[in-house]
Protein backbone atom coordinates (compact mmCIF):
# COMPACT_ATOMS: atom_id res chain seq x y z
CA UNK A 1 0.00 0.00 0.00
CA UNK A 2 1.00 3.33 -0.85
CA UNK A 3 0.55 6.69 1.03
CA UNK A 4 0.77 9.66 -0.67
CA UNK A 5 2.92 12.18 1.31
CA UNK A 6 2.45 15.63 0.90
CA UNK A 7 5.63 17.70 -0.91
CA UNK A 8 5.73 19.85 2.27
CA UNK A 9 6.68 16.86 4.42
CA UNK A 10 9.29 15.67 1.99
CA UNK A 11 12.03 16.94 3.55
CA UNK A 12 11.40 15.35 7.12
CA UNK A 13 10.51 11.70 5.12
CA UNK A 14 13.94 12.22 3.08
CA UNK A 15 16.06 12.86 6.19
CA UNK A 16 14.48 9.44 8.03
CA UNK A 17 14.74 7.52 5.03
CA UNK A 18 16.77 4.19 4.87
CA UNK A 19 18.90 5.41 2.29
CA UNK A 20 20.00 8.39 4.46
CA UNK A 21 19.74 6.68 7.81
CA UNK A 22 22.23 3.97 6.55
CA UNK A 23 24.45 6.62 4.80
CA UNK A 24 24.13 9.74 7.78
CA UNK A 25 23.59 12.54 5.39
CA UNK A 26 20.72 14.91 5.32
CA UNK A 27 18.99 17.38 3.21
CA UNK A 28 21.08 20.62 3.67
CA UNK A 29 24.05 18.68 4.47
CA UNK A 30 27.26 17.54 3.01
CA UNK A 31 27.99 13.71 3.51
CA UNK A 32 31.17 12.55 5.14
CA UNK A 33 31.09 15.25 7.31
CA UNK A 34 32.17 17.78 5.12
CA UNK A 35 31.31 21.87 5.59
CA UNK A 36 31.01 24.11 2.51
CA UNK A 37 32.71 26.73 4.07
CA UNK A 38 35.70 24.83 5.49
CA UNK A 39 36.35 22.25 3.33
CA UNK A 40 34.41 22.88 -0.32
CA UNK A 41 35.32 25.93 -1.20
CA UNK A 42 38.59 26.36 -1.68
CA UNK A 43 38.95 22.97 -3.61
CA UNK A 44 35.97 24.40 -6.07
CA UNK A 45 37.92 27.78 -6.66
CA UNK A 46 41.37 25.50 -7.01
CA UNK A 47 39.66 23.52 -9.47
CA UNK A 48 38.21 26.18 -11.46
CA UNK A 49 41.39 28.11 -11.75
CA UNK A 50 43.38 24.77 -13.14
CA UNK A 51 41.19 23.24 -15.25
CA UNK A 52 41.14 26.86 -16.74
CA UNK A 53 44.31 27.10 -17.21
CA UNK A 54 44.99 23.47 -18.70
CA UNK A 55 42.52 24.70 -21.72
CA UNK A 56 44.18 27.52 -21.78
CA UNK A 57 47.75 26.08 -22.17
CA UNK A 58 46.08 23.24 -24.34
CA UNK A 59 44.70 26.23 -26.71
CA UNK A 60 48.28 28.06 -27.32
CA UNK A 61 50.44 24.88 -27.55
CA UNK A 62 47.49 23.07 -30.23
CA UNK A 63 47.00 26.28 -31.96
CA UNK A 64 43.92 27.44 -30.66
CA UNK A 65 42.44 24.22 -30.37
CA UNK A 66 41.65 21.93 -27.19
CA UNK A 67 42.18 18.10 -27.49
CA UNK A 68 43.25 17.40 -23.92
CA UNK A 69 43.96 13.32 -23.28
CA UNK A 70 42.13 11.41 -20.12
CA UNK A 71 45.52 11.92 -18.34
CA UNK A 72 45.61 15.63 -18.44
CA UNK A 73 41.92 15.57 -17.13
CA UNK A 74 42.89 13.38 -13.92
CA UNK A 75 46.15 15.62 -13.29
CA UNK A 76 43.52 18.72 -13.28
CA UNK A 77 41.36 16.79 -11.00
CA UNK A 78 43.26 15.06 -8.62
CA UNK A 79 44.79 18.09 -6.93
CA UNK A 80 41.26 19.85 -6.23
CA UNK A 81 39.92 16.63 -5.12
CA UNK A 82 42.60 15.45 -2.81
CA UNK A 83 41.91 18.97 -0.87
CA UNK A 84 38.71 17.82 0.11
CA UNK A 85 39.85 15.69 3.12
CA UNK A 86 43.00 18.25 3.74
CA UNK A 87 41.84 18.58 7.18
CA UNK A 88 41.84 15.01 7.87
CA UNK A 89 45.03 14.03 6.30
CA UNK A 90 46.97 16.85 5.29
CA UNK A 91 50.34 15.14 5.00
CA UNK A 92 48.28 12.42 2.35
CA UNK A 93 46.55 15.30 0.78
CA UNK A 94 50.37 17.04 0.09
CA UNK A 95 52.04 14.01 -1.67
CA UNK A 96 48.99 13.06 -3.47
CA UNK A 97 48.95 16.74 -5.08
CA UNK A 98 52.65 16.58 -5.10
CA UNK A 99 52.54 13.31 -7.29
CA UNK A 100 49.84 15.10 -9.49
CA UNK A 101 52.58 17.85 -10.77
CA UNK A 102 55.50 15.46 -11.57
CA UNK A 103 53.16 13.41 -13.83
CA UNK A 104 52.41 16.96 -15.62
CA UNK A 105 54.44 18.43 -18.12
CA UNK A 106 54.92 21.60 -16.79
CA UNK A 107 51.94 23.57 -16.59
CA UNK A 108 51.88 26.05 -13.63
CA UNK A 109 48.10 25.78 -12.77
CA UNK A 110 48.97 21.83 -11.58
CA UNK A 111 50.86 23.67 -8.92
CA UNK A 112 47.79 25.39 -7.40
CA UNK A 113 46.77 22.07 -5.46
CA UNK A 114 50.15 21.85 -4.09
CA UNK A 115 50.29 25.21 -2.64
CA UNK A 116 47.23 24.93 -0.90
CA UNK A 117 48.39 21.74 0.36
CA UNK A 118 51.55 22.90 1.40
CA UNK A 119 50.38 25.68 3.29
CA UNK A 120 47.54 23.43 5.12
CA UNK A 121 50.51 20.91 6.19
CA UNK A 122 52.93 23.73 7.35
CA UNK A 123 50.32 25.35 9.65
CA UNK A 124 48.64 23.07 10.92
CA UNK A 125 51.74 20.79 12.56
CA UNK A 126 53.18 19.10 9.96
CA UNK A 127 56.46 21.27 9.10
CA UNK A 128 58.89 18.05 8.37
CA UNK A 129 56.52 16.59 5.61
CA UNK A 130 56.06 20.56 4.29
CA UNK A 131 59.65 20.99 3.94
CA UNK A 132 60.87 17.61 2.55
CA UNK A 133 58.24 18.13 -0.16
CA UNK A 134 59.87 21.84 -0.92
CA UNK A 135 63.66 20.19 -1.50
CA UNK A 136 61.58 17.02 -3.41
CA UNK A 137 59.89 19.26 -5.40
CA UNK A 138 63.23 21.69 -5.86
CA UNK A 139 65.12 18.81 -7.01
CA UNK A 140 62.13 17.42 -9.63
CA UNK A 141 61.31 20.59 -11.08
CA UNK A 142 64.96 21.04 -11.91
CA UNK A 143 66.52 18.18 -12.78
CA UNK A 144 64.45 14.76 -12.70
CA UNK A 145 61.33 16.29 -14.74
CA UNK A 146 62.91 17.58 -17.48
CA UNK A 147 64.89 14.34 -18.04
CA UNK A 148 61.70 12.78 -17.51
CA UNK A 149 60.51 14.77 -20.25
CA UNK A 150 63.38 15.03 -22.49
CA UNK A 151 64.04 18.26 -21.77
CA UNK A 152 67.02 20.14 -21.07
CA UNK A 153 67.53 20.79 -17.24
CA UNK A 154 67.57 24.05 -15.24
CA UNK A 155 70.11 26.52 -15.59
CA UNK A 156 71.64 28.16 -12.99
CA UNK A 157 69.75 31.42 -13.26
CA UNK A 158 66.43 29.18 -13.18
CA UNK A 159 67.70 27.16 -10.32
CA UNK A 160 68.04 30.38 -8.16
CA UNK A 161 64.49 31.83 -9.04
CA UNK A 162 62.92 28.94 -8.17
CA UNK A 163 64.65 28.60 -5.24
CA UNK A 164 63.97 32.17 -4.44
CA UNK A 165 60.37 31.71 -5.32
CA UNK A 166 60.33 28.88 -2.59
CA UNK A 167 62.29 30.55 -0.23
CA UNK A 168 59.41 33.22 -0.15
CA UNK A 169 56.57 30.87 -0.19
CA UNK A 170 58.31 29.32 3.38
CA UNK A 171 58.68 32.49 4.76
CA UNK A 172 55.00 33.24 4.12
CA UNK A 173 53.90 30.12 5.86
CA UNK A 174 56.38 29.91 8.47
CA UNK A 175 54.86 33.65 9.22
CA UNK A 176 51.62 32.54 9.21
CA UNK A 177 52.08 29.55 11.23
CA UNK A 178 53.86 31.36 13.71
CA UNK A 179 50.77 34.32 13.49
CA UNK A 180 48.35 31.28 14.14
CA UNK A 181 50.11 29.99 17.35
CA UNK A 182 50.27 33.64 18.86
CA UNK A 183 46.24 33.70 18.32
CA UNK A 184 46.07 30.64 20.15
CA UNK A 185 48.57 31.33 22.80
CA UNK A 186 46.82 34.46 23.10
CA UNK A 187 42.74 33.19 23.43
CA UNK A 188 44.21 30.20 25.79
CA UNK A 189 45.87 33.05 28.40
CA UNK A 190 42.53 34.94 27.96
CA UNK A 191 40.36 31.46 28.57
CA UNK A 192 42.64 31.06 31.79
CA UNK A 193 41.99 34.51 32.85
CA UNK A 194 38.42 34.22 32.45
CA UNK A 195 38.47 31.33 34.65
CA UNK A 196 41.14 33.31 37.25
CA UNK A 197 38.08 35.88 37.68
CA UNK A 198 35.11 33.12 37.44
CA UNK A 199 36.86 31.73 40.34
CA UNK A 200 37.77 35.10 42.53
CA UNK A 201 33.95 35.96 41.80
CA UNK A 202 33.06 32.13 43.37
CA UNK A 203 35.34 32.61 46.24
CA UNK A 204 33.74 36.56 46.58
CA UNK A 205 30.14 35.22 46.58
CA UNK A 206 30.77 32.60 48.83
CA UNK A 207 32.60 34.90 51.45
CA UNK A 208 29.63 37.24 51.19
CA UNK A 209 27.14 34.65 51.58
CA UNK A 210 28.81 33.21 54.78
CA UNK A 211 28.97 36.42 56.26
CA UNK A 212 25.18 37.71 55.05
CA UNK A 213 23.73 34.15 56.96
CA UNK A 214 26.66 33.75 59.75
CA UNK A 215 25.23 37.89 60.61
CA UNK A 216 21.96 37.52 60.41
CA UNK A 217 21.10 33.75 61.38
CA UNK A 218 23.16 34.65 64.57
CA UNK A 219 21.17 37.87 65.66
CA UNK A 220 17.88 36.09 64.25
CA UNK A 221 18.78 33.05 66.79
CA UNK A 222 19.28 35.61 69.69
CA UNK A 223 16.27 37.39 69.26
CA UNK A 224 14.41 34.04 68.82
CA UNK A 225 15.88 33.29 72.72
CA UNK A 226 14.65 36.00 73.83
CA UNK A 227 11.41 35.72 72.54
CA UNK A 228 10.61 32.41 73.81
CA UNK A 229 11.98 33.38 77.05
CA UNK A 230 9.47 36.47 77.71
CA UNK A 231 6.81 35.04 75.78
CA UNK A 232 4.91 34.84 78.68
CA UNK A 233 6.29 36.44 81.53
CA UNK A 234 7.07 40.15 79.20
CA UNK A 235 4.88 39.56 75.66
CA UNK A 236 5.54 43.17 74.66
CA UNK A 237 9.23 42.42 74.97
CA UNK A 238 8.97 38.92 72.98
CA UNK A 239 6.98 41.29 70.45
CA UNK A 240 10.42 43.30 69.91
CA UNK A 241 12.05 40.56 69.47
CA UNK A 242 9.74 39.20 66.97
CA UNK A 243 9.94 42.66 64.80
CA UNK A 244 14.02 42.68 65.19
CA UNK A 245 13.55 38.83 63.56
CA UNK A 246 11.15 40.28 60.84
CA UNK A 247 13.80 42.95 60.51
CA UNK A 248 17.29 41.30 59.66
CA UNK A 249 15.83 38.33 57.69
CA UNK A 250 14.12 41.04 55.51
CA UNK A 251 17.42 42.58 54.92
CA UNK A 252 19.59 38.81 54.56
CA UNK A 253 16.61 37.79 52.34
CA UNK A 254 16.99 41.15 49.96
CA UNK A 255 20.91 40.68 50.17
CA UNK A 256 20.53 36.88 49.43
CA UNK A 257 18.20 37.43 46.45
CA UNK A 258 20.92 39.98 45.05
CA UNK A 259 23.45 37.56 45.33
CA UNK A 260 21.46 34.80 43.41
CA UNK A 261 20.52 37.15 41.01
CA UNK A 262 24.31 38.18 40.02
CA UNK A 263 24.76 34.14 39.95
CA UNK A 264 21.97 33.62 37.64
CA UNK A 265 23.30 36.17 34.78
CA UNK A 266 26.31 35.81 32.58
CA UNK A 267 28.54 38.83 31.57
CA UNK A 268 29.91 42.22 33.06
CA UNK A 269 26.66 43.83 33.43
CA UNK A 270 24.88 42.16 35.65
CA UNK A 271 22.16 43.99 38.13
CA UNK A 272 23.22 44.10 41.06
CA UNK A 273 22.06 46.13 44.63
CA UNK A 274 24.34 48.28 46.08
CA UNK A 275 27.34 46.96 47.16
CA UNK A 276 27.87 47.09 50.70
CA UNK A 277 30.68 49.47 51.99
CA UNK A 278 31.37 52.46 54.82
CA UNK A 279 28.30 54.09 54.12
CA UNK A 280 26.19 51.18 54.79
CA UNK A 281 27.66 50.74 58.13
CA UNK A 282 24.62 52.90 60.18
CA UNK A 283 22.35 50.89 58.65
CA UNK A 284 24.24 47.46 59.34
CA UNK A 285 24.49 48.74 63.19
CA UNK A 286 20.78 49.87 63.06
CA UNK A 287 19.93 46.16 62.57
CA UNK A 288 22.28 45.18 65.02
CA UNK A 289 20.52 47.36 67.55
CA UNK A 290 17.21 45.87 66.28
CA UNK A 291 18.65 42.62 67.48
CA UNK A 292 19.21 43.45 71.16
CA UNK A 293 22.70 44.43 70.62
CA UNK A 294 24.18 47.14 71.96
CA UNK A 295 26.56 48.97 69.65
CA UNK A 296 28.10 52.28 69.06
CA UNK A 297 30.31 53.85 66.28
CA UNK A 298 33.19 55.97 66.65
CA UNK A 299 35.41 58.02 63.84
CA UNK A 300 38.38 58.94 64.60
CA UNK A 301 40.39 61.59 62.14
CA UNK A 302 38.72 63.12 59.18
CA UNK A 303 36.80 60.80 56.65
CA UNK A 304 38.00 59.84 53.20
CA UNK A 305 36.91 58.35 50.20
CA UNK A 306 38.67 54.85 49.60
CA UNK A 307 38.86 51.97 47.05
CA UNK A 308 35.95 49.69 46.67
CA UNK A 309 37.66 46.72 47.28
CA UNK A 310 38.67 48.35 50.95
CA UNK A 311 35.19 49.48 51.41
CA UNK A 312 34.04 46.21 51.10
CA UNK A 313 36.50 44.28 53.09
CA UNK A 314 36.07 46.69 55.93
CA UNK A 315 32.07 46.18 56.23
CA UNK A 316 32.62 42.51 56.08
CA UNK A 317 35.22 42.90 58.51
CA UNK A 318 32.71 44.67 61.27
CA UNK A 319 30.02 42.38 60.44
CA UNK A 320 31.22 39.56 60.41
CA UNK A 321 32.69 40.68 63.86
CA UNK A 322 29.54 41.64 65.36
CA UNK A 323 28.31 38.01 64.72
CA UNK A 324 30.87 36.70 66.74
CA UNK A 325 29.61 39.19 69.54
CA UNK A 326 26.56 37.82 69.20
CA UNK A 327 27.13 34.22 68.97
CA UNK A 328 29.51 34.31 71.89
CA UNK A 329 28.43 37.05 74.09
CA UNK A 330 25.29 37.65 74.04
CA UNK A 331 24.16 41.15 75.01
CA UNK A 332 27.43 42.65 75.35
CA UNK A 333 27.89 45.87 74.63
CA UNK A 334 29.96 46.65 71.91
CA UNK A 335 32.55 49.12 69.73
CA UNK A 336 33.24 49.97 66.40
CA UNK A 337 35.71 52.29 65.57
CA UNK A 338 37.26 53.72 62.21
CA UNK A 339 40.39 55.49 61.94
CA UNK A 340 41.87 56.92 59.03
CA UNK A 341 45.46 56.98 59.63
CA UNK A 342 47.37 58.25 56.84
CA UNK A 343 47.59 56.16 54.41
CA UNK A 344 45.31 53.37 55.90
CA UNK A 345 41.89 52.65 57.67
CA UNK A 346 41.97 50.98 60.76
CA UNK A 347 39.10 49.12 62.27
CA UNK A 348 38.27 48.54 65.93
CA UNK A 349 35.87 46.23 66.99
CA UNK A 350 35.85 45.77 70.96
CA UNK A 351 33.16 44.29 73.16
CA UNK A 352 33.14 44.41 76.72
CA UNK A 353 33.07 40.97 77.18
CA UNK A 354 29.74 41.40 80.07
CA UNK A 355 27.43 39.43 77.81
CA UNK A 356 26.78 35.45 78.47
CA UNK A 357 28.96 33.70 76.61
CA UNK A 358 27.28 31.01 73.57
CA UNK A 359 29.67 28.35 73.84
CA UNK A 360 31.59 28.11 76.45
CA UNK A 361 35.16 30.05 76.26
CA UNK A 362 36.25 31.80 73.08
CA UNK A 363 39.25 30.99 71.56
CA UNK A 364 41.71 33.64 69.89
CA UNK A 365 41.64 33.02 66.03
CA UNK A 366 39.24 29.88 66.70
CA UNK A 367 36.39 29.12 63.73
CA UNK A 368 35.95 30.47 60.14
CA UNK A 369 34.80 33.66 60.66
CA UNK A 370 38.31 34.76 62.04
CA UNK A 371 39.87 33.21 59.34
CA UNK A 372 37.49 34.68 56.78
CA UNK A 373 38.25 38.30 58.42
CA UNK A 374 41.96 37.88 58.00
CA UNK A 375 41.58 36.76 54.26
CA UNK A 376 39.55 39.60 53.63
CA UNK A 377 42.26 41.89 55.24
CA UNK A 378 44.94 39.85 52.98
CA UNK A 379 43.01 40.39 49.61
CA UNK A 380 43.49 44.21 50.01
CA UNK A 381 47.06 44.28 51.32
CA UNK A 382 46.23 44.49 55.05
CA UNK A 383 46.38 42.87 58.28
CA UNK A 384 44.01 41.41 60.82
CA UNK A 385 44.74 40.48 64.85
CA UNK A 386 41.74 39.38 67.19
CA UNK A 387 42.27 38.38 71.06
CA UNK A 388 40.92 38.81 74.27
CA UNK A 389 41.14 42.23 75.65
CA UNK A 390 43.16 42.56 79.06
CA UNK A 391 40.23 43.93 81.04
CA UNK A 392 37.87 41.54 79.64
CA UNK A 393 36.09 40.95 76.16
CA UNK A 394 37.47 40.49 72.75
CA UNK A 395 39.07 43.17 70.61
CA UNK A 396 38.94 42.54 66.35
CA UNK A 397 41.61 45.01 64.62
CA UNK A 398 42.10 45.61 61.27
CA UNK A 399 44.67 47.87 59.06
CA UNK A 400 43.62 48.13 55.37
CA UNK A 401 45.98 49.84 53.24
CA UNK A 402 44.26 52.36 50.89
CA UNK A 403 47.23 54.74 49.36
CA UNK A 404 46.81 57.83 47.80
CA UNK A 405 42.91 57.16 47.11
CA UNK A 406 40.85 60.34 46.57
Known sequence: MVVPVPWGAMGDVAGSSPIARRSGWKWGRLPWGLSWRQDVAVPVAVGVVQVAAGIGAAWHNQGHQVDLSPVHWVLLLVGPVALLARRRHPVAVLWITFAATLGSSGEWGVYLSLIVAFFYAATNGHRRAAWASIAVGYVSSNWIGPLLYGKP????????????????????????????????????????????????ERL???????????????????????????????????????????????????????????LRQVGDDVPRGPAPGLDRLPELLDLTRAAGLPVTMEVAGPPRPVPASVAVAAYRIVQESLTNVARHAAGAGATVRLSYQGDRLVIDVLDDGRGTPGNGKRVPGSGTGIAGMRERAATVGGQLEAGPRPGGGFAVTASLPFGGAG
Open 153 to 200: VASLDQALLLAAWLLVLVVVAEFRRVHREELARAQAARELEDQRRAGE
Open 204 to 262: RIARDLHDVIGHNMSLINVQAGVGLDLMDTQPEQARASLAAIKTVSKEALEELRTMLVA
